[in-house]
């Protein structure tokens, strides 16, 4: 059960009774609960696994966890919770949370641990309720106070719906990125994107306006093609634009990118260490990135072991700000975001 202690609520400037419980529960993608205890052990956060289910894992500790505990950037945990405890009803689920300006609900449901859509975002700094039901009798509640960093949605779950004419998912995997990082592409921006065949991320960007230097070997879809220009040199000002370099990444050179690249993505299938090596690449041959977005194609989740070595690398490119997540449209996939 939580106990009570006292904090400033920064929302209304009073200070009201502070929780605190015995544990935490983290909801993840169905698969990745094995990999998110490992990340847990690897940042020695002294979090010891206590309870699972299928996209739902909860830590105890030696010291009672805070709202303050949550603080720790889990790749794996769409959402981490301050436990209320269990119930075997929704409502009795719903009354545990309290007095939560916003409750959230969500679900494991056709395999997946699936967010309720229909709140409204929540405030910076607001305590946010979940209610979870992970069965006919099973329902779990939860607190945790919203910051930029986190998705504002249930259970880090958007629910967008990808249009009817995108080539590829990985429509999907951006928008649902760009929400859950509260991220801007400003129209008349230029990003480059490796690995962008068929063009999902590509007829995205289009549509918010920003032009789009693709890097790939293979063939790009119609719905993009509608938009390509021949010479980069002599690109219009007027509208987004993509200008198909199609090469491997390794032989895309500063001629292909021409000036004013502030975003870098990739979504090659390479392994991390190569698609860092070339970010770094594309770096040097582009001053004015300001962020990085890259899908990072793992062949098992337990590579999580090295997101040391990959927020090392970004630093060392000169990027101040590095977020890890596993979204909710990916599967052995992360989404690697750096910002200067
Ligand atoms: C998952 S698909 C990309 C989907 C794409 N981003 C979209 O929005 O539709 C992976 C792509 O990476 C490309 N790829 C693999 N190795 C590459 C490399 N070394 N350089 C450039 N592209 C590469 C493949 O040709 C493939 O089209």
């Given amino acids: ?152 949605d249930p259970a880090g779950d958007s629910g967008i719906e990808m249009p009817a004419d995108s080539p590829s998912r990985a429509w999907l995997k951006l928008e649902e990125a760009i929400r859950f990082f509260d991220l801007e592409f400003r129209p008349g921006e230029i990003a480059v994107e490796v690995g962008c065949a068929p063009g999902g991320v590509v007829l995205a960007l289009l549509r918010r306006g920003v032009s789009v230097v693709g890097v790939d070997p293979a063939k790009m879809a119609e719905v993009v093609l509608a938009s390509a220009i021949d010479n980069r040199q002599q690109a219009p000002k007027d509208r987004p634009w993509f200008f198909h370099s199609r090469k491997p990444a390794a032989l895309a050179s500063k001629r292909d990118l021409g000036h004013g690249v502030s975003w870098f993505l990739s979504d090659m299938n390479q392994s991390p260490e190569v698609v860092l090596k070339e970010c770094a690449r594309f770096c040097r041959m582009c001053p004015d990135i300001r962020g990085v977005l890259i899908t990072l194609k793992l062949t098992d989740l337990m590579q999580i072991a090295d997101k040391p070595g990959w927020f090392a690398a970004l630093a060392a490119m000169g990027f101040t700000t590095v977020r890890l997540q596993q979204l909710a449209v990916h599967h052995k996939e992360l989404a690697l975001l750096a910002t200067r």
Avoid at 16 to 39: D, Q, T, W
Avoid at 59 to 73: E, G, N, R, W, Y
Wanted: aromatic share 8%.
């Fill in 1 to 152: 059960m939580p106990l009570a202690g006292r904090e400033p609520d920064f929302q209304s400037r009073r200070t009201v009774h502070r929780i605190e419980s015995e544990f935490v529960f983290a909801l993840c993608n169905p698969g990745s609960e094995k990999a998110l205890k490992l990340e847990v052990e690897t940042m020695a956060l002294g979090w010891r696994l206590s309870y699972q289910r299928r996209g739902f894992v909860t830590f105890k500790s030696d010291a009672p966890f805070t709202l303050d505990s949550l603080a720790v950037d889990l790749a794996l945990a769409r959402r981490c919770c301050l436990s209320l405890g269990k119930s075997s009803t929704r409502a009795e689920a719903v009354e545990r949370v309290g007095a939560a300006p916003t409750v959230h609900h969500a679900r494991f449901h056709e395999r997946k641990l699936q967010g309720v859509p229909g709140t409204r975002r929540p405030k910076t700094g607001e305590r946010v309720g979940t209610v979870v039901e992970l069965g006919p009798d099973e329902f779990w509640s939860g607190l945790h106070r919203h910051t930029p960093r986190l998705s504002p």
